[in-house]
DNA sequence: TAGTAGTGAGACAGACCTGTCTCACCACAA
DNA sequence: TTGTGGTGAGACAGGTCTGTCTCACTACTA
């Protein structure tokens, strides 16, 4: 009813299925995984249950395919983030920043990622394979930066500290320390690489 | 059946609880929190399932008793390495060399109070508290260890910068990367330390 | 012997879970 | 007009969930 797809959208793009990705991701990211049922969903979606089983082949599917979009949208924001490039130090700061400013968000509830891991955490398992694949991009994308100021194997074990020190803060922010966290890891990340690049 | 209490064993002290604490334990780590039914824990422990509400008000009340549970247990083990002390920097390398081997041992599946947050994470949930108060514990032991190495406010800062990359660490070895986060942690620990130290 | 505390076994209630199915409806196209 | 594809509503199956209840049994104590 509410629901009217607008002229300028090809319904095979299917309206109904971003809109279903939409609510499932905010409740699995405010109630968890296992505790948000079906029917809560599509209540909330406000489609029919054989919509969503059209759409998707199981709720696991489903937390697959969130994960997936989360995954995209996380990294076309820091894609954009780089393309305003500046030093090696300040594309670091600016993501460590960018972790502080979602923190601050209303709507922050720890990190999706790592909650299915915590519901999910068998490898193998298509939700622990999406959960790598985000942690071991940013890690990346982090020792690529980090190449350009020392070797490539201080880059490495850098971009693995800097990662910890994010989801800590992550951590930390759940429990509402998130600022103290992140002063914190802004300072550590700077002894790191100022070490790094010292060798 | 297999359960006789043992004559040295004060009944009143429960052995029984203490089992089913103990087989909770385990499935919760193995299998998550919402993911484990009361069902399976009684049949695992082989108990009836009056006997488990006899001892927890609950599901949610077991939960947080395993939660406290390991917390003592926890505490117990940092108290019997910090009696055998040594050099502040060597007591947060033993810290961070506790996790290391607990990362690698067969039964490892993340922190416990980690997970308890990813799927009970709402400020004032006893849950909630028990897994901020374990966190809070452990960065407070290492901020008394450093202020013996920089001043309070350096020490504030840098143990919660260590923490993180614990909490981090803890993550990456869910994921199959204990070894290397290990390694990432130690070495930035003493970056940090160093950096501390220096001002 | 009689009483008591802890326990085992399992039925039960009432809710919720995932996933399947049917049937009616509507918009649109040939 | 006659299809066709997407959808809504909701019944349904079969299972699981938490939590309560009864009744019988055992070990121990007074």
Known sequence: MAYRVSPEQTPKASSKRQHIVETAYRLFRQEGFHATGID???????????????HFPSKEGLIVEVLEERFRRFEEQLDRMAALSKQPEGMIDDIIGWYGRWFDRADFNGCLFA??????GSPGHPVFEASVRQKESLRRRMA??????MSGAEAETAST????LIEG?????EMGQGGKAIDAARRAASDIIAAGRRT
Chains 1, 2 share one sequence.
């Open 169 to 173: 803060a992550t951590l930390m922010a």
């Open 115 to 120: 909650h299915a891991l915590a519901e999910y």
């Open 161 to 164: 500290a800097i990662l910890m």
């Open 40 to 54: 809560r969903i599509i209540a909330e979606a406000q489609v029919a249950k054989m919509t969503m089983y059209r």
């Open 144 to 149: 690529g930066i980090l190449a350009k100021l």
